[in-house]
């Protein structure tokens, strides 16, 4: 049975209900981690069910800052360094994506706290998540207000990718599910996937026709 | 084994390589349909990945509008009405979702052309998709535009929430997978879920705990 709830119905529960319920409602969310670092090199860890692709040429990526919640060194490192990576978390590293979460003192890295190890590539001073099969080094392009609620719009600019090599088809489209890439739903609950299928590029009139995973017509295995 | 990829070297590639590769990097999405209508009643309907969670308090949810592809009516329409609705794809309807974003003229509605079924709430004028089991009514707050890439954040406050009543567990937790949402890679693979589970908040020093889909401590089921 569908139930009709007004929203002012959810302002006399309490906020943790409110904010389980709320957050359900986009549908699954993204599982990143961002790692960023000081200038004199401290490293920070941070998980985000917010990164969002903004575009392919150039190719952008943003997430939502809330500057009152935990990963508040993610930002300051941002601004300091201009450097970030983004690193998809996978079901291997799961539980402790989820504990970069944890209120840590700054001069704690949540790297070692976790048991996440640190890797670097020439020419960008943010660290990566080792452990991550799908990272990309970000430099920050845009911090862009917003007034509704007082959060921040991040937005990057993608300069290097580290990917699995198999999980890359012929026609451009990463193999998520291969490398147990998990997604997010509501605050607190992770999700592996099972592919239902590619489609063809959809045209009026014209019934869709199903990809295999390397994108040719055909049936999806 | 791990590659790495300069973002110059993709420009060399053609442009859907590049694209499906873009888009595969921030991780799985959400894959909503969004309904909207113009000011006598011709309804429209468009899928987006971009949804994205902005805050409970208010309850607010942004979205990414390229104003060159195909959603145009989308835009126009709350820009008119200022009413849409937000409705999460199920596995029962994925592929009619995904055939929404072929270019029909403004005249024809995509409910129609794809087989879903409108319906409506008192006092919202944009339609919703009957088929989906999460869905809600959204206003118009702000529209923010992106700089880097002439993009539109497009955000609305919820005032209504219409849900599958099973799916709602006592903490406010939305059981999603129970319902079949699905998840979009890249941009055209859609997913179903399975749990890996629900864990506690979390703390330095302490150990997370798994929740049960009640939000429970306890083993995940």
Redesign the interface.
Known sequence: ???????QD??N?D??????????????????VIGTCDNIGNTNLAIF??????????????F?M?PDTVPRDTLNNILLTKHYT?N??S?TF??QA????????PN?SEFS?TDLSVSF?DGHQAPFVEQS??K?AVVL??I?P????N?Q?V?G??????????A?KA????D??SLN???V??L?????????????????E?P?TP?TID?ERGTTQ
Chains 1, 2 share one sequence.
């Open positions: 049975m569908m139930q009709h709830i007004p929203l959810l302002y529960k906020n943790r209900y409110r904010a389980k319920l709320i957050n359900s409602l986009s549908g699954f969310k993204s599982a990143n069910s917010s990164v969002v692709h903004l575009g392919a040429s150039p190719a952008l990526v943003g939502i809330r983004i998809q978390v079901s799961w539980q989820h504990q970069t979460s944890a209120r840590y003192p704690h706290e590539i099969l799908v990309y392009k845009e862009i917003i007034a509704s609620n959060t719009f937005i600019e993608i300069t290097d990718i580290l990917c699995q090599q198999s890359i026609d451009g489209y990463l998520l599910e890439t998990v997604c739903s509501s607190d609950s992770y999700h592996i996937t099972q592919h239902l299928g590619r489609l063809s590029y959809a045209k009026p014209t869709l990809l994108g």
